[in-house]
């Protein structure tokens, strides 16, 4: 067992860190535990040896603004630093949304507007307290709430989303265990259908599926060490936070005998879901499901068989309860291989040879359930020195019930009387590029054409046109399939065998939008980091989330677009890559009642990193047939 100190806190460690902050004299006696999470080394110290293995600790006290941010050294349980941030809020905390839902369910003015739409079985009503955004009610100021919309079950298994109780908004004081307003804005008739997805409810089932059954005899060709992993030559250290979920560090690829550095840190920091529709029920609907649910505390323990196939590692995720104790997600990540189609192939016409490989990709991944929705992130390394996000986006779309027979403009219908706003999904991955070192550099890459003349009789010539970022503003830059732009992180000190400076390539793997709502709407000033596909910034150890530290009710203005408003120089330094990607959801009827999965992501690609294809050396298939050469 190595003893890194980016391996990932222990239960032992998160009581002892819980501990040392309860018995210091400034632990209010109430406070809830928001977070016990590692406190992540600065690069430095993890270079020169000297880093210290800490946990940092969120409290919050009673039921304004404001948190305590606590760094508790866990090489001896002293407290290292302890500040209280006046102003902000943190994260949706479970037991007051818990709260929140009983509370409601006994509220005089929720249960007579249930009345008026004839629910009297208040048990089987379901209740989704929301991020409430920043949208200038009364009931924001100084406040930590959540709007509470409501569905109708008919039993407790019913799926709830076939019957949004419209027109009704709950304002809920979290942190005052208090109903602040029940609005009522009008009663629109209950849909029939259920939206039942169990097998029982959608027979007859297929009968002519053979079983697919995912063999390795031998065993995986992974090995685990704490929480380094090892495949074929790729090496990478993974940690699991409550808001990112799953985190990369230090991946690396040994070439030639030596371990070279490609990323030092990866994650997705954040994450926005506004909805198009500017209605009462709908307009105010963004949740950021990092930072104010956080995918890492909204994942479920994966199954065997079900969720990954094959010889599968799982590691569990232990987080903090609200007590500060600590809580394990079990089989929280899963860690696989899987066959990946061919890798590379020829057919020799005039030798008479062909050669095929078969690709390959070690696969990470982890299922975020946010509410209704479900996030699955996939983290896939390939034998080629490819690295790749994929995003699988599932679950059961935020419906609203309509009058049968209208139809909604901002929305799809997707069964009687039941529609689904437009909507996106926006993701940020925070991207710490170390090629072959820290000090990189961002190039944009794209292709131009050239005027008709004598240098281009024939009309056909194009070329790339490379583009350095040299600053944060420069470096605000959207996708464009037609010009293929995509973005290099190169080192200038480092270059292969054909006297290349060696790089990876950023590629957008499909288009992908940015923020559709204006730049000067709640959401559009909170979600700044979507406003742009690319931002790059000098590395600080702070910046971390792309809206900020406590996006939950933020007025916005935090995060990406703060930092870089400074402007600051991205040449000679160690420059972090944020990648805004993602799909606008426009429902369709095949969305409804669950989703199949819907694919989003990014590439990473050597570019000039290695002097060849790095994956001829992988051997041909036994039992030799896909090989002819000598
Ligand atoms: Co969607």
Same mark, same amino acid.
């Given at each position: 067992m190595t003893t890194s100190p980016l391996e990932m806190l222990s239960g032992a460690e998160i009581s002892r860190a819980s501990a040392a902050v309860r018995t #210091?004299?400034?632990?209010?006696?109430?406070a809830t535990f928001v977070h016990i999470v590692l406190h992540e080394p600065d690069k430095a110290d993890l270079v020169q040896g000297t880093a210290v293995r800490a946990a940092e600790v969120q409290l919050v006290d009673g039921p304004g603004l404001g948190v305590i941010e606590v760094v508790v050294s866990l090489d001896d349980d002293s407290i290292i630093s302890w500040d209280a941030i006046d102003g902000v809020r943190p994260t949706l905390l479970f037991g007051e949304a818990m709260h929140a839902i009983f509370t409601t369910k006994e509220h005089p003015e929720y249960i007579a507007a249930l009345a008026r739409r004839g629910i009297t079985d208040v048990d089987n009503v379901q209740i989704d307290p929301w991020p409430a955004g920043v949208f200038g009610y009364d009931a924001e100021t100084d406040r930590r709430i959540a709007r509470c919309i409501s569905f109708l079950r008919? #039993?407790?298994?019913?799926?709830?989303?076939?019957r949004p109780i419209e027109g009704l908004i709950v304002h809920f004081d979290l942190g005052r265990n208090e109903v602040i307003e029940v609005i009522d804005h009008g009663v629109v008739t209950m849909p029939e259908q259920h939206a039942r997805y169990f097998a029982s409810d959608n027979e007859p089932l297929r009968t002519d599926l053979k079983p697919i059954h995912i063999t390795q005899p031998d065993g995986p060709s992974f090995t685990v060490d704490g929480n380094l992993i090892r495949w074929q030559k790729w090496a990478l250290r993974i940690t699991f936070d409550p808001y990112e979920g799953l985190v990369l560090h230090q991946v690396t690829y040994t070439d030639g005998g030596r371990e070279r550095s490609i990323l030092h840190r990866a994650s997705i920091s954040e994450m926005v879901v506004p909805y198009g529709d500017p209605g009462e029920q709908q307009g105010w609907k963004n949740a950021f499901d990092a930072g104010e649910w956080g995918l890492g505390r909204m994942t479920q323990s994966l199954t065997l068989g079900c969720d990954c196939l094959g010889e599968i590692h799982y590691f569990d995720a232990v987080l903090a309860s609200e007590k500060g104790e600590p809580q394990v997600i079990e089989n929280a990540i899963c860690l696989h291989e899987e066959d990946a189609g061919i890798g590379w192939k020829h057919v020799d016409l005039f030798g008479g040879t062909h050669e095929v490989r078969r690709s390959r990709r070690l696969v990470v991944s982890f299922i975020s359930t946010v509410g209704n929705y479900e996030y699955g992130f996939f983290w896939y390394f390939y034998l080629d020195g490819n690295i790749q996000l994929e995003v699988k986006l599932t679950g059961i779309v935020s419906p609203m019930a309509i009058e049968p027979g209208t139809n909604p403009e901002f929305a799809t219908v997707v069964a009687p009387g039941v529609a689904a706003a437009n909507h996106q999904h926006l993701f940020s991955a925070r991207l710490d590029f170390d090629v072959d070192g820290s000090v990189n550099e961002v190039h944009e890459v794209e292709t131009e054409t050239l005027p008709a003349g004598p240098d281009n009789p024939w009309k056909n010539a194009f070329r790339v046109k490379d583009t350095r970022l040299d600053t944060e503003l420069d470096a605000r830059r959207d996708t464009n399939a037609a010009t293929s732009r995509a973005w290099k992180i190169v080192n200038p000190n480092v270059t292969n065998a054909l006297g290349q400076p060696t790089a990876y390539k950023l590629t957008p793997m499909m288009s992908t939008p940015t923020l559709l709502a204006h730049p000067d709407s709640s959401v559009g000033k909170r979600a700044g980091f979507a406003q742009h596909n690319l931002w790059v910034t000098p590395y600080r150890a702070e910046e971390r989330r792309a809206a900020g530290n406590y996006p939950n009710q933020h007025e916005g203005g935090d995060g990406l677009p703060r930092w870089t408003a400074a402007d600051r120089s991205l040449v000679d330094t160690d420059v972090v890559v944020w990648y805004t990607f993602g799909l606008t959801h426009i429902v369709r009827p095949e969305d409804w009642p669950v989703t199949p999965v819907e694919y989003t992501g990014f590439l990473l690609r050597p570019f000039g990193f290695f002097d060849r294809n790095p994956a001829l050396d992988v051997p041909p298939s036994a039992p030799g047939a896909c090989h002819e050469g000598p």
């Open positions: #210091d004299s400034r632990f209010p006696a109430d008919t #039993d407790p298994l019913d799926n709830g989303y076939a």
